[in-house]
């Protein structure tokens, strides 16, 4: 069965500081990783996909098959940047999406 | 208009009522899904619906049934609910269920009903 691990329930970094949120994944198949993130008082909405290799608010990450690490990382941090950030995996063929049990961000002044 | 919108925002029911959750969207999605979110937990899959039939249920008690009445409206019927049932449901749509690695069809996230059974 996938799993998504992020080991870190709480981060604190301050304004301007690189940022890294851990995100680790067990399948044995191709699965495609995605970040999510939840500001306060607002929707879950898509913040990186890993097919798309791209780059939003900053923040990128790359797919490690041999770590099975999908790690999101921004090298400034900024306070907008406050937030609870959930990875997700969805294996091949399946439309159901497993989140990690997220970690919150909080980046301080 | 790339929004999934749920209603209501917050509703209380006993344990003995009927209620329903409403989600729609108008962006031409044709899989649609119910997630349920407990305080500080992920959000866990309940239902999927791809082209208004039930596609998956994540063996999920009867007391919650979904209904798709067309491809822009997805319901949760609420019947003799428990209070450990509270929680944040959410909905959520993208353009179709995955057909092949690589799509990545983007789920898209309503805000959700904070729903409280007393």
């Known amino acids: 069965a996938q799993r998504v691990t992020q080991p870190e329930k709480l981060l604190s970094v301050f304004k301007g500081a690189p940022v890294e949120l851990k995100c680790n994944y067990s399948?044995?198949?191709?699965?495609?990783l995605f970040w999510y993130v939840q500001y306060s008082r607002q929707r879950l909405q898509l913040l990186l996909r890993?097919?798309s290799r791209e780059s939003i608010k900053g923040f990128t990450a790359d797919l490690n098959k041999g770590e099975t690490s999908f790690h999101l990382k921004k090298p400034f941090a900024q306070e907008e940047d406050s937030a609870m950030y959930y990875c997700?995996?969805?294996?091949?063929?399946?439309?159901?999406?497993?989140f990690g049990k997220g970690t919150k961000l909080t980046v301080n002044p | 208009d790339t929004e999934v919108t749920q209603t209501p925002k917050h509703l209380v029911m006993g344990m003995t009522n009927k209620k329903s959750l409403k989600c729609e969207q108008h962006?031409?999605?044709?899989?649609m899904y119910w997630y349920k979110q407990k305080a500080k937990k992920p959000p866990e899959l309940m239902f999927v619906?791809?082209?208004?039939?039930?596609?998956i249920n994540e063996s999920v008690p009867s007391r919650f049934s979904p209904e798709c009445p067309n491809s822009s409206l997805l319901n949760l019927h609420l019947h003799a609910l428990q209070p450990e049932d509270s929680a944040l449901y959410l909905c959520?749509?993208?353009?179709?269920?995955?057909?092949?690695f690589g799509r990545g069809n983007t789920i898209y996230f309503g805000e959700g009903s904070w729903l409280t059974v007393v």
């Open positions: 959520a749509s993208s353009q179709e269920i995955w057909t092949g």
């Open positions: 399948y044995s198949g191709s699965p495609e």
């Open positions: 890993h097919i």
């Open positions: 997700a995996l969805r294996q091949g063929g399946s439309e159901k999406l497993v």
């Open positions: 962006m031409g999605h044709r899989a």
């Open positions: 619906y791809s082209y208004e039939k039930l596609s």
